[in-house]
């Protein structure tokens, strides 16, 4: 049996009958700041590329915004299961388990950090923006929130409708594969990573027709940070058309249609996990 002098100084102690669980606030602030590491890397990159003179390319928005994917995981995994996607946080509901009850404080905790972060990299880069777009119009609006086509390719709502459908799938369907204990799944440790792999392989495949956000807080929370930083059109696309609902309900969609495949398409034929197997 641990002495008191052990257990003072943390040696010997008994297992707790009550395991730690995190309260949802706990789980609310890991989501905040895992959405808002993925965002300080993705909107800051973008902000980089597109106002800067010769500073980055497309890959390098790839690549970046799938290092704040991984950062924003590892931020937050312990402590909240690091959805960070209200799409994520959706399918996980619909499909995992995961308490319904949770999904609207999630969802809010996911879109508060998205818009701190734009507003971070919006006042970062104040002097970069004015000077590249003073009269803050459609060609620096893409910084922060998304465009059909990139707001420069003949892609229509319709079609980035379409695209933001195909892309959350992708997203949520691979999700599912990877955290899954049955499948061939990577350590835990090495799941953010991979999963940051896969966001820029998205960006790299699926990056043309709405510039692949996949995530309902990565749009929703820079638009209004931007709409409330003098961006007055910001709800709006190139067509003139209110566009801020696509990549809003086309992840949503998406991600619970990427959950639904693998849930009834694999999932249901996995092998029994080994601990299940033995039991």
């Known amino acids: 049996m641990a002495s008191s002098a052990q257990v003072a100084e943390g040696q010997g102690q008994v297992p707790s009958a009550h395991p730690w669980e995190p309260r949802l606030g706990h789980e609310m602030i890991a989501e905040f700041f895992g959405t808002m590491m993925i965002l300080l890397f993705g909107i800051g990159v973008v902000a980089q590329v597109v106002a800067a003179t010769g ?24 402590i909240s299961g690091a959805h960070l996607n209200p799409a994520v946080t959706i399918a ?12 609207g404080p999630y ?13 971070i990299v919006r006042w ?27 707001g420069v390719n003949p892609v229509s709502d319709l079609g980035a409708f379409r695209d933001q459908i195909i892309g959350t799938a992708i997203l949520v369907f691979l999700i599912f594969a990877i955290t899954d ?26 990056g043309t027709d709405a510039g692949y956000a996949i995530n309902p807080a990565r749009d929703f929370g820079p638009r209004l940070a931007e709409y409330l930083t003098g ?15 696509v990549p809003i309900v086309g992840p949503i969609v998406g991600g619970v249609i990427g959950a639904a495949l693998y ?10 996990a080994e601990d299940e197997a033995n039991v």
Not at 97 to 102: D, V, Y
Not at 263 to 272: C, F, G, I, K, S
């Open 55 to 78: 500073l980055g390319d497309h890959d390098s928005i790839a690549w970046s915004w799938g290092l704040g994917v991984m950062l924003g995981i590892y931020v937050a995994g312990r």
């Open 92 to 103: 996980f509901a619909a499909f995992r388990g995961f308490p319904w009850r949770k999904v």
């Open 107 to 119: 969802i809010v905790a996911q879109t508060a950090g998205a818009f701190i972060a734009a507003l």
């Open 124 to 150: 970062d880069y104040t002097e970069v923006i004015a000077k590249f777009d003073p009269g803050h119009t459609l060609k620096s609006q893409f910084i922060f929130s998304t465009l059909p086509g990139n």
């Open 181 to 206: 204990g049955r499948n061939t799944s990577p350590l835990a440790n090495l799941a953010p990573f991979i999963i940051g792999l896969l966001v820029v392989g998205i960006g790299m495949a699926f």
């Open 231 to 245: 961006y007055s059109h910001a709800w709006r696309d190139q067509y003139g058309h209110l566009y801020f609902w």
């Open 263 to 272: 849930h009834y398409l694999l999932a249901r034929n996995m092998p029994p």
